[in-house]
């Protein structure tokens, strides 16, 4: 997973003059989505979204910042109760990755980890088990070739594996490598380090799936690639879709998605089936054979037998909400250098507060009618937008998304009965991430 790569930020889509060679040639064999969804506008929540199958909101990872609890199931745990050996390797931001963190990769079902507590850059700082080791290298590359290690240690023991590699690129500051920078020197200045970050990220990519084929073992394996969340406000590129990062209309949400198992799909296929980051938890418990714990309610979708019959129809509703809650700081490069300075000398930092309370449940509980936000649904071709103001003023947009994917006209009053029909759906939605925010689900 890359982080704040936009839908138009890969040379397939044609919406910039990016290189994304491998990325494009992942897209053109393999399963390509050209509407696949973040489960958020921004990074951690989505990040939850793909290790639980749910709504972030139901965990209270709001915004950037926020930690997974505790008491979640990850499809780390989940694979590695199964027989899988697991791995987290780059951004992490569900937390701290200090040794006595309740949330580290480690406690979320990771045998093995090498992760940053937000993004990172080149020659990051990050931590291997909790202790802090000094990397040196292209940020992108740096997590690619710790992965691969990995990845060559279980194939040469036959062990199934599960590995969650997330680039710290192209998040702000850029800076790409020279040899990156170079490819767009024609280019205005202010986006070659962006453009570069990104290619930077498809040559990682484009190393990891040679080496599956390398290995004899790409045809059995997922490779499942995403962004994020939607475009850099800056310097990204959302398409032709409205607005970027930090909104859910369609820019903030859509990214690059594309999944490679040519054993299960062996041919290219371009679906415009709308899928997102909560359907990776049931979409490969299934191809492990596993299921889902029924009493625990998902909000993502196994999408096999979709993709296998070539259907762009989803068979349930997709809810969307950004709360008023704001972000965390999580200044990663400051923190990773304060824990290697201090074990170098012997010492160690405890994890920061924020995740040390991690479990905590909302005192009082929360209320739906107090939860204020921008929330949106989709269901089949509609959308509906329900915003929220502090004041609790709210308002609503309809947008039939099939004549138009842009979201330009409200058709709100042309069409009441479906606004109707949408609206108790989406209620219903909103008081069950309420009821598993309480903790009803633990």
């Known amino acids: 997973m890359a982080d704040d790569q936009g839908w138009g930020d890969v040379g397939y889509n044609h919406a910039a003059p990016i290189h994304t060679p491998n990325l494009d040639q992942a897209a053109a064999e393999g399963v390509r989505f050209t509407r696949f969804y973040a489960a958020a506008p921004v990074c951690s929540p989505t990040r939850c979204s793909v290790l639980t199958g749910r709504n972030p909101n139901r965990s209270a990872v709001y915004a950037w910042g926020w930690p997974i609890r505790p008491q979640e199931i990850t499809l780390a745990e989940r694979l590695q109760a199964a027989g899988y050996a697991t791995s987290h390797f780059g951004k992490w931001h569900l937390g701290s990755v200090r040794k006595d963190s309740p949330v580290s990769p480690g406690k979320c079902g990771f045998d093995d980890w090498i992760s940053a507590p937000n993004f990172y850059d080149n020659d990051p700082i990050m931590s291997d088990q909790g202790r802090a080791v000094q990397y040196h290298g292209e940020s992108s590359d740096v997590t690619a070739d710790l992965a691969i ?47 570069g970050e990104v290619t930077g990220i498809d040559r990682a990519y484009g190393k990891i799936r040679s080496t599956l084929k390398e290995l004899g073992i790409s045809d059995n394996t997922i490779l499942w690639y995403c962004s994020d969340n939607g475009a850099d ?36 296929q371009t679906t415009s089936l709308r899928a997102t980051t909560c359907d990776i938890f049931p979409t490969v418990l299934a191809a492990a054979g596993l299921s889902p714990d029924k009493q625990r ?10 993709l296998t019959a070539k259907t762009d129809m989803r068979p349930q ?10 972000g965390k700081p999580v200044r990663s490069d400051a923190m990773m250098e304060e824990l290697l300075n201090q074990q170098a000398t012997g010492g160690d930092l405890p994890a920061d507060e924020v995740s040390l309370h991690a479990a905590d449940l909302p005192k009082p509980p929360v209320s739906i009618d107090t939860l204020a936000g921008h929330a949106s649904l989709t269901s089949g071709d509609w959308k509906l937008h329900r915003i929220e103001n502090k004041k609790g003023a709210v308002r609503f947009e309809l947008y039939d998304l099939a004549a138009d994917p842009y979201e330009k006209e409200n058709v709100l009053k042309q069409y009441p009965e479906i606004a109707e029909k949408l609206t108790k759906l989406q209620r219903d939605w909103r008081l069950s991430v309420v009821n598993s925010l309480n903790g009803a689900d633990y």
């Open 297 to 306: 309610p998902l909000d993502g979708i196994n999408l096999l037998p979709l």
């Open 233 to 268: 406000k800056a310097k990204g590129s959302a398409g032709p879709f409205r607005e970027k990062k930090g909104s859910i209309y369609e820019g903030g949400l859509l990214v690059p998605g594309i999944l490679d198992w040519p054993a299960r799909f062996p041919a290219p």
């Open 317 to 326: 509703p997709i809810g969307f909400w950004q709360t008023a809650n704001g």
């Open 149 to 195: 290690d990995w990845i060559r240690a279980q194939a040469k023991e036959e062990k199934p594996f599960f590995s969650v590699v997330w680039f710290g690129s192209p998040h702000s500051p850029h800076i790409a490598a020279d040899a990156d920078r170079e490819l767009y020197k024609d280019e205005p200045a202010k986006f070659r380090d962006y453009y």
